[in-house]
């Protein structure tokens, strides 16, 4: 089963971003995107008023190649996704693992990704724990 991390960071939203995103160069992590997803809702929708709502993406390069190495198909959840919004005046980050997932959506075997998800999970929770 897929487990979502979740928790609440102390600090304003945008440390909140750049802590999460130095957290993941800090542990061997390319970062590829930092997307705020409330102002694309303001330029695309009018929406003016949407609590923030930022999408890290990030690559992991030895994950990706352990997993891509397990099936050319793992590559279609990539990258790894780290979310920080705001929900009732609290800033939260969010994480769920995308080589579970893989495993789960039958991407690859089961026997295969067993030591991806190991690893995997080893490296996301260094970042975790320093956030």
Known sequence: ????????LNMSFDEAVSKVEDTLVKHGFTV??????????????????HPRYTTILACGAKLAKMAIDASLDVGLVFPCSFVVYEENDKIIVSHASI????????LASHES???????????????????
């Open 113 to 131: 990704m067993v030591p991806v998800i190991k690893t995997a999970s080893e490296y996301v929770h260094l970042v975790w724990d320093d956030l």
């Open 32 to 49: 590829l995107m930092t997307k705020s997803l409330d102002e694309i809702f303001k330029i695309k929708l009018g929406i003016d008023n």
């Open 1 to 8: 089963m897929v487990n979502i991390l979740k928790k609440e």
């Open 99 to 106: 080589m579970k997932m893989a495993d789960e959506l039958g």
